[in-house]
């Protein structure tokens, strides 16, 4: 067997999986390269090789790419089985690069469980700003002047869908779907409310006490607000005024829903609701008393915010997930924030809750017409559709089984996520179209029963 080929077969599960990135995602145009090598194979040759990699390769889909290459002369062999040398050289690099990264990650992660640490003998070796009679900082940001304001209507439980703290609590969970419909200002109001409502504050409102616990009552948090479907405001950036319970508009963005997508890795959920709680930490606030336990603080204090949303949510039908995956960068410049004194440290898209759909249950013979193998031919995945024990299973390796409830005669349900997968036939197949999750369409086509 030639070398380019022999060195494939030889790649580790991991190597696979960069090899798949590189050649079919990154479009590198070694994806070319590597279909006219296996042109050069023999029918029974090209089953041999692709079988030895179940898990990555779509089997029928790299047959076509095969039957559509060109045919390759012996001259062109040579090269091409030079070329996938070097290609297989670069992938075990990269292999090795990724676990030699991952060593010295591994030793900042026991470096940073550090911070997690309760050691407040620093509170009492230093002197903090506080002991040193330094001014407190304040704990909301000025408004400059002729900044446009909205005052938000006062908090009313009339706007409620559901009362009872067990329901909120039991039914609390990420919503990643939303509908189209728009978020009332009233609905916002009492959002923002939960999460930073001031109860009480100091006459100089350098103190508050609020909806939510803080350490030292430093609340060192500004909610600002992708607002892209909410009554009554133009889309663009808000930031909140939780001592005069209003919201100040910032400024407008080109293209924002697709901006805070991208800003939290391409989630298009994240974007795509009626706006996006977005929110920073000015570290000075608390570091004036805490000093270097500041950090611990502010790490659970950004939890309690984000918690009290969640509850707030179920109460008014609506539904948000919370987001710690995000490009720094991308949103620290997306609020105009110099990264440094103040930064972004949590997001939450925020949108109307789709209702949930009674689950009917059909008689086994009519579940398991659904059942088998399919592949999407855009993204090159594959899904297996499994009936076991009376109930539908959404398998896409060893390691991950997801059960499906039937909502209808052609639709099922996640049991623990917002998604939906559809099936529709033609004249020849089966195919099944994935909805939800914040992912894009994707379709599927039986390949196998």
Request: aromatic share 10%; net charge negative; with cysteine.
């Amino acid at each position: 067997m030639l070398k380019s080929l022999e060195a494939l077969l030889s790649f580790t599960k991991i190597e696979k999986a960069i090899f798949e990135n590189d050649i079919f995602e990154e479009n590198t145009g070694d994806s070319v390269t590597f279909c006219k090598m296996l042109k050069t194979l023999s029918g029974p040759e090209l089953n041999e090789f692709l079988s030895a990699f179940p898990q990555y390769y779509p089997l029928d889909e790299y047959r076509k790419e095969v039957e559509a290459t060109s045919p390759v002369s012996n001259e062109e062999q040579a090269i091409l089985d030079i070329e996938l040398v070097e290609v297989a050289g670069r992938i075990r690099q990269k292999r090795m690069d990724l676990e030699e990264n991952t060593i010295k990650v591994k030793k900042q992660i026991i470096q940073r469980r550090e911070g997690l640490k309760a050691e407040f003998n620093h509170y009492y070796k230093v002197i903090s700003d506080q002991s040193a009679e330094i001014q407190v900082p304040p704990v909301q940001k000025d408004v400059e002047g002729g900044a446009q304001v909205v005052k938000l209507p006062e908090v009313d439980t009339a706007i409620f869908t559901e009362s009872d703290i067990f329901n909120c609590l039991n039914n609390r969970k990420s919503r990643r779907s939303y509908t189209d419909e728009a978020l009332l200002l009233s609905e916002l109001s009492f959002l923002l409310w939960a999460t930073q409502g001031v109860q009480k504050k100091a006459p100089d409102n350098r103190f508050s006490l609020r909806t939510v616990p803080s350490g030292g009552a430093r609340q060192p948090f500004e909610t600002y607000l992708a607002v892209h479907n909410v009554e009554g405001l133009k889309p663009g950036i808000y930031r909140y005024l939780p001592f005069d319970h209003e919201i100040v508009f910032l400024f407008t963005v080109d293209d924002l829903k697709e901006k805070v997508s991208n800003a939290a890795f391409e989630q298009s959920f994240v974007g795509n609701c009626a706006v996006t709680f977005i929110w920073s930490v000015i570290p000075y606030r608390t570091e004036w008393r805490y000093t270097l336990d500041s950090r611990k603080i502010i790490l659970q204090d950004s939890g309690h915010l984000c918690q009290n949303l969640y509850i707030a949510c179920e109460a008014i039908s609506c539904g948000t997930c919370a987001i710690g995956a995000y490009d720094q960068k991308l949103f620290d410049e997306l609020l105009q924030l110099d990264g440094v004194d103040e930064f972004v440290v949590y997001v939450a898209p925020v949108g109307k809750a789709r209702k949930s759909i009674q689950v009917i249950q059909l008689p086994d013979h009519e579940l398991k017409k659904f059942c088998g193998v399919y592949w999407s031919e855009s993204q090159l995945l594959k899904r297996t559709i499994l009936f076991k024990e009376g109930h539908l299973y959404y398998w896409r390796s060893a390691e991950s089984e997801s059960r499906l409830e039937c909502i209808g005669t052609d639709k099922f349900n996640f049991m623990e996520a917002d998604a939906t997968l559809t099936f529709s036939a033609d004249e020849e197949n089966l195919r099944m179209t994935f909805h939800g999750e914040g992912e894009p369409v994707i379709e599927f086509t039986r390949v196998e029963i």
